[in-house]
């Protein structure tokens, strides 16, 4: 059996140019030659086949998300949903998703159709949409806002905090982020603390919330409000990623939007394969708890193991043709919204704001292309674009 070898054989630096562009072929490079491969940079082991990607997710006893687990303090203020494992994380994960489930979604969507409808009356005409700030960003804090029944904060402020946290997520990468993460992240805790601590309640899910938690212990109350926070800033900035990415593809494959004209039942599953061909969230870390064997390979307890959900949604041992899009893919169990205790708890929300953006632009007569050079922001976790410029005429 072999065990951890003294450098990456196969180099990958998730913050190259060229990687940032099209993570792809490496991840392919690296599934095909070695595809549970010790990096030294990143002290970790990375995974891209997608059955290793789904033992991995699936048998959180063997694999943690909690570090107190493998006695690593963790500060209160990060311990939510994302951090607990079960049983521990149970309560909560229940109690929100309870909440999600309360919600009357289908008008959520008919209203963010509606606001997305409005922007692109605004901007359509224009020579280039810089589709980021004009489209993605407003209907990612409108759709989240509206899910968690709050009052939106002004765009261009909480854009700022969100990225700031964004790039800090990279800070082990690069230590200089730590700082205006930190400050980044008391800010969201201020706003987030309003909005459980005001008289009047939030509508929505955290009226729900925070309803039923009325009279929870401390603890638990914590757990929540960081729940909380990281409902509002992480499905604000996955959801922005993700429609960035999507209107990329749309203008890359311009074949997509008459292909759904023709055949609209096909726009719910058309947007997970979106989401499977390019979506925001690259990978997941989990530690070890206890010696254990991945694809003849010994990982020792304590050392982390990262599940490349981008390298295991293109593995051909699952997907057929998995570098082309594949509008009616059946059956398509991706990775893109996780698996297992911590897959995404916003799945079915992600899911509509997708296809409201989708049946918005089949409602007009809308081509999105390319308009000029679209970077890809320079974070390793989250893929997403620092600009896309686009036409949006017909
Ligand atoms: C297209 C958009 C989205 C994508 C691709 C996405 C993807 C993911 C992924 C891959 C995970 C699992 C991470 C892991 O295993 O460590 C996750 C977790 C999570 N997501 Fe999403 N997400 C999206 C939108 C949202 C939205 C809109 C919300 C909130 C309404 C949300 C809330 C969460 C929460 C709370 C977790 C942590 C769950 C847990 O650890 O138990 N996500 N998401």
Known sequence: MA?????SPVGYDPLDEATLADPYPQLAALREQTPVAWHEGMECWLITRYEDCVRVLREHETFARDPRRLGIAVAEAHLSVQVLDPPQQAGVRS????????????????????????????????????????????????????????????LEEWAEISDTIMRSMDAGLNPELIEPGRRARAQLSDLVDSWFTTTGQPAGLLGHVRARTAGAGLEQAAYVRHTARVMFQGGYSTLT????????????????????????????????????????????TRLATAEVTIGGIAVRRGEKVT????????????????????LDRTPNRHLGYGWGAHACLGTVMAQRVLAALVDTLLDTVILPRPAGSAPRRRTATMRTFARLPLSLQP
């Open 95 to 154: 109690l929100f998703m309870t909440a999600l489930h309360a919600q009357d979604l289908d008008a959520l969507q008919d209203r963010l159709r509606q606001m997305i409808g409005e922007r692109l009356d605004q901007v359509a005409a224009l020579p280039v949409v810089e589709a980021m700030r004009e489209l993605a960003q407003p209907v990612a804090l409108v759709a989240i806002a509206d899910l968690l029944g709050v009052t939106p904060p002004p």
């Open 241 to 284: 990623a993700a429609l960035g990415n999507l209107l990329h593809t749309l203008a890359d494959h311009p074949e997509i939007l008459p292909a759904l004209r023709e055949r609209p039942g096909l726009v719910h599953g058309a947007v997970d394969e979106l989401v499977r061909f390019d979506g925001p969230v690259q990978g997941t």
């Open 307 to 326: 599940v490349l959900f981008a390298a295991g949604n293109r593995d051909p041992a699952v997907f057929a043709r998995p570098d082309r899009l594949v």
């Open 3 to 7: 065990t951890r070898p003294m450098t």
